[in-house]
């Protein structure tokens, strides 16, 4: 008897450390989905506020400033577009924690095409199912990531206005509250 | 056996001797031994200072793009570059990243490669462009039957820098006249009535506490005739503002006879961040591994007149030790020094011409054209105080390619179109601009012909 708890005990032990240590901390840890949920807010929040209250406030209603893509030369406003993608450059110099961008089916630069295959499927299924968010994984340069594409929409007349002017987009009957492109951002996941 | 011990001995023997001579070499001034190959136009005069670029002797790729980046990031972001770092740590680009790693410098401009370096160091065939823009021919109809290493042709496309050369500005700058109606450059503000530029040498002169000395010895009085008619005198600043100078920060300050750049740099720092910046002043710049002598006619690799072998450069050398003029620096101190074909045929030139008349008093201040006009161009500097006209002293600045050269000095004179043929022209570059361009660059022409099919360009606001 003494012989058995004395090798019992021991491997008791061991399996009672091994399990504690095995387990997962219960933390309140965030999925990926809900961190690129909570960064899109914040991404779409900053930047309608920027459109809505700077851009189309002075440019379309006051009439006092222009937007413009040569903002430097021009001494004009820079386009939402490219204050959300300059906070994007910022973003990658800070962390690696996740990627954005913005991208469109219908892009005024061409280099904003969707190139890999969620791009493409998750720009087509958010432009075609207004409301929903589209979630998916992907692989590029060997690395996993969650990629989240969220849809676009012209929330302003300005957004409307300038895109079906621009000699380059290839559309031009874009109305308020359309979806115009996607917000794409990357998670590297293991 | 014993023929073996000679074998050992002189085996160890030989091993150690060489280690020991190339251990002494790396530590000694001169370590031309270790350059593996011909160092770029641009880095040839700090080569001997290896640890600028390799501050670490392991560590890569990494190691050397923070190198790279400590002095030319700089002007890469006021480029307002094309293809920045950002761009390719995307991970949507990861694969075009597989082809071409445009995330470091080096993955273009290799040092040590004579073989392959090409102008502006970059060490790549000229294909580079077609890895990522292949479907160009459909996007641009235009493009479609170019040759695919002509993108980076002259007043085509750059790399980094296209801010003379980016669409909507082509199309705000069509059909401009060769010679504009009111060609002038930016005048600097040299009165000593401007009340801003006083309060800064006043501000400048509280800086040495120690009362007006000429070090102790009589006053030359050349020297002093010199220096009295100049803007310095003007200003106030005399004697020891320049020649108190302290050794340490804390120390006491002591006379020096021949002050350096730094005595200027109290008051004029843009000037001598360009200075020290370009290759004029780079083997004194801040920051070097080795302490390198100034720079001399002798070590240029361009042709340089053989009496000014015995000029070593600084500040005092183009601009004189006390009369600071600015005229003799403008030209006739590049003349000096330097004898290729462009300098040469300088004197005969429309530019010498309207410089000429300037001097005269012929032509308005700013019409004149002289070295400097082009090579040390005027900038603006918005300060808190005001905006300032300031000489970019770092004359490689605008060559790199000479695009850059467009809207910061031809287009104060010239149109768009008229500039962008000249530079292209080697010839005429050669020829100082004695001759009318001979080759005519189209970007213009299919940018008005894109227009005409396509809607109206993206006017802001609409």
Known sequence: ????????????????????CDKPTETAGITPQQMAD??????ESDRTVYTRLVVNRLQNEEKVIKASEHWKDQKAL?????MFRYGSEMVGKKTDAFTYQLLSLWPV???????????????????????????????LGGKKYFTAIYADTGVAPACISCHNGHKDSPRTDFKEGD???????????? | MQRKTIIWVFWIAAVSGLTGYFVWVLYSNDRTLFLIGKTTDGHHQIELACEV???????GGPVLQNACVSCHGAELAQANDSHPKSKFTDPRNADRVQILDARFCVTCHREHKPGI???????????YCFKCHETIGKERPSHKDLAFDSCASAGCHNFHDNRALYEDFLAAHLHETPLRAQPQVAVRANSASDPAWVERARIALARVSSPDTTGGKPADPRILHDWESTLHAKAGVSCNDCHMLRPAPAATAVWTDRPGHNACAGCHAAETAGFLAGRHGMRLADGLSVPLTPMSPTMARIPMRADAHGTTLGCATCHGAHRFDVKFAAVEACTGCHNDEHTRNYAKSAHAAAWEAEAAGLKPAGQGVSCATCHLPREIHRGEKG???????????????NEKMIRSVCMNCHGLGFAIDALADPEVIRSNFAKLPSRHVESLDWVERRLKTTRKPNQPGQ
């Open chain 2, 53 to 59: 670029c390799h501050t670490s002797p392991f560590g």
């Open chain 1, 38 to 43: 909570a960064l899109h807010a914040v991404m």
């Open chain 2, 387 to 401: 905006d300032r006209v300031v000489a970019q002293h770092n004359q490689n600045n605008n060559l790199r390619p």
């Open chain 2, 117 to 127: 370096t090409l102008a502006m160091g970059l060490t790549l065939p000229g294909d």
């Open chain 1, 179 to 190: 979806v115009m492109g996607g917000v794409v951002l990357r998670i590297p996941i293991k």
């Open chain 1, 109 to 139: 630069n061409k280099q904003n095409a969707p190139r890999t295959d969620v791009e493409k499927s998750g720009l087509t299924f958010v432009a075609e199912n207004k409301g929903k968010n589209y979630y998916a994984e992907e692989t």
């Open chain 1, 1 to 20: 008897m003494k012989r058995t708890y004395a090798k019992i005990t021991p491997m008791l032990g061991l399996a009672a450390l091994l399990a504690a």
């Open chain 1, 78 to 82: 820079p386009l939402p577009a490219q």
